[in-house]
């Protein structure tokens, strides 16, 4: 009988930030890991194809994967995760270089680049130092775009926040504080837990523009929590409350980290218990829908409703800013864009220098291995 294909998760383990390129990738090995694969080679040499190959053999088993998607082009992928073996790949090349943490126990190093011919490479070095240089300079372009956006993003969740006052997060905070420690109590009755924590990236900035897979990583949820609102209007505070209760009931927690300003922390995965919290704001909305809790922070209602002078406050600075952030964030992304652009045309300077016979065999050991511990299992 056929097995059921597994479960697969999307996520990010870095992005294009206002501090530049921000990386969860050095989180990937844990002292759990089992085996960690780091993939080595230039562009064009198929990291990405391996990666996903091997993540369709493990799905086909009916295993759980996870997809690491890379902010420069999320059609491609930087790695995957089998949470149920204890292993992963990883691109451990530039921008998030990897290398191994426990070297011979833990990680191994897949050499791609002893595949290609560095003879016909040699022909093409003015060309690739050109580009690399070019795709460079797209994206310190890029960045400086979004430093301005950042800063101005920060500065509005301030303005915002000594605007609104407490009285717009209390209660909700209050409430789901009770729910995730009932629940808490309920459903890891005689159960201990490590109360381990997971840094990881929901969405990203991207030459698409803003991509999130937020559907997809809450997609086990029993209870979703939503909340609404402009930057500033409680978001933080509330998360930092729960953050404190996963603390105190040694919770897991997966925090999804801002994809513009990394400090932030936008929602948080509590998977023992099923629950989850969601900033929903552009670009990263949220839908309500089945065990979805909404808080709308910026109701009047929720803040005892303001003075006029305040509402009005709060609605001009929102009328200025936003565009503003708008229009900073396209010319990001138009940089971001042509720094994908050069990146193909380096992979059109790789690819045909590359021996894919012989990959390709080292590609069905890697595979036989990782198969082989998952029937064992």
Same mark, same amino acid.
């Given at each position: 009988?056929l @097995?059921s294909?597994? @479960?697969?998760?999307?996520?990010?383990?870095?992005g294009?930030?206002?501090?530049?390129f921000f990386?969860?990738?050095?989180?990937?090995?844990t002292?759990?890991?089992e085996?960690l694969?780091?993939?080595?080679?230039?562009p064009?040499?198929g @990291?990405?194809t391996?990666?996903? *190959?091997?993540? &369709?053999e493990?799905?086909?088993?009916?295993l759980p994967v996870e997809?690491i998607h890379c902010?420069?082009d =999320?059609?491609? /992928?930087d790695g #995957?995760?089998?949470?149920? /073996?204890?292993m992963?790949?990883i691109?451990?090349?530039?921008?998030h270089?990897?290398?191994?943490?426990? !070297?011979?126990t833990?990680?191994?190093i897949?050499?791609?680049?002893?595949?290609?011919d560095?003879?016909? /490479?040699?022909?093409?070095? @003015?060309?690739?130092?050109e580009?690399?240089?070019t795709g460079?300079l %797209?994206?310190a372009?890029?960045?400086a775009?979004?430093?301005?956006a950042? $800063?101005?993003y920060?500065e509005?969740?301030?303005i915002?926040?000594?605007?609104?006052?407490?009285?717009?997060w209390r209660?909700?905070?209050?409430?789901?504080?009770?729910?995730?420690?009932?629940?808490?109590r309920?459903?890891r009755?005689g159960?201990n837990?490590r109360?381990?924590l997971?840094q990881?990236?929901?969405?990203?900035i991207? =030459?698409?523009g803003? #991509?999130?897979y937020? *559907?997809?990583i809450?997609?086990?949820a029993?209870l979703?929590?939503?909340?609404?609102?402009?930057?500033?209007y409680?978001?933080e505070?509330?998360?930092?409350?729960?953050?404190?209760?996963?603390?105190e009931k040694r919770l897991?927690?997966?925090?999804?980290? %801002?994809a513009?300003?990394?400090?932030k922390i936008?929602?948080l995965?509590?998977?023992?218990?099923g629950t989850?919290v969601?900033?929903s704001? !552009?670009p990263?909305?949220?839908p $309500?829908?089945?065990?979805t809790?909404?808080f709308?922070?910026?109701?009047?209602a929720? $803040?005892?409703?303001?003075?006029?002078?305040?509402?009005?406050?709060?609605?001009?600075?929102?009328? &200025?800013i936003?565009p503003v952030?708008s229009?900073?964030l396209?010319?990001a992304?138009a940089?971001?864009?042509q720094?994908?652009?050069?990146?193909?045309k /380096? &992979?059109?300077?790789?690819? =045909? %220098?590359m021996?894919?016979?012989?990959?390709?065999l080292?590609?069905?050991?890697i595979?036989?291995?990782?198969l082989?511990?998952a029937e064992?299992r």
């Amino acid at each position: 009988m056929l @097995k059921s294909p597994g @479960k697969s998760r999307d996520i990010f383990l870095g992005g294009n930030t206002g501090e530049g390129f921000f990386s969860f990738y050095g989180e990937v090995a844990t002292e759990e890991t089992e085996h960690l694969y780091i993939l080595k080679g230039g562009p064009g040499t198929g @990291k990405s194809t391996f990666i996903k *190959e091997a993540g &369709e053999e493990i799905l086909r088993l009916g295993l759980p994967v996870e997809f690491i998607h890379c902010s420069s082009d =999320p059609g491609s /992928l930087d790695g #995957v995760v089998f949470p149920s /073996l204890g292993m992963a790949m990883i691109d451990g090349t530039l921008p998030h270089a990897v290398d191994p943490r426990y !070297p011979g126990t833990v990680d191994e190093i897949l050499n791609f680049g002893a595949f290609w011919d560095k003879k016909k /490479l040699k022909k093409k070095k @003015k060309t690739i130092l050109e580009l690399t240089r070019t795709g460079s300079l %797209c994206f310190a372009k890029a960045y400086a775009y979004l430093r301005a956006a950042a $800063a101005l993003y920060r500065e509005w969740s301030r303005i915002n926040q000594r605007l609104t006052g407490e009285a717009r997060w209390r209660a909700p905070a209050k409430e789901m504080e009770k729910e995730i420690r009932r629940r808490a109590r309920e459903k890891r009755r005689g159960r201990n837990s490590r109360g381990k924590l997971r840094q990881l990236f929901a969405s990203a900035i991207t =030459p698409a523009g803003p #991509v999130h897979y937020l *559907e997809s990583i809450f997609q086990d949820a029993g209870l979703l929590y939503v909340l609404e609102g402009p930057p500033g209007y409680g978001q933080e505070p509330i998360i930092k409350s729960l953050l404190r209760v996963a603390g105190e009931k040694r919770l897991a927690v997966e925090i999804f980290h %801002c994809a513009l300003c990394p400090e932030k922390i936008d929602h948080l995965w509590f998977p023992e218990i099923g629950t989850g919290v969601i900033t929903s704001t !552009p670009p990263h909305q949220y839908p $309500a829908g089945r065990n979805t809790r909404v808080f709308n922070l910026e109701d009047p209602a929720a $803040a005892g409703n303001p003075s006029r002078a305040c509402a009005q406050e709060l609605a001009g600075y929102a009328g &200025e800013i936003r565009p503003v952030l708008s229009g900073l964030l396209e010319k990001a992304v138009a940089w971001l864009r042509q720094a994908k652009t050069i990146h193909d045309k /380096l &992979e059109d300077c790789y690819r =045909p %220098c590359m021996d894919f016979e012989g990959l390709d065999l080292l590609k069905e050991k890697i595979l036989a291995e990782i198969l082989s511990s998952a029937e064992s299992r």
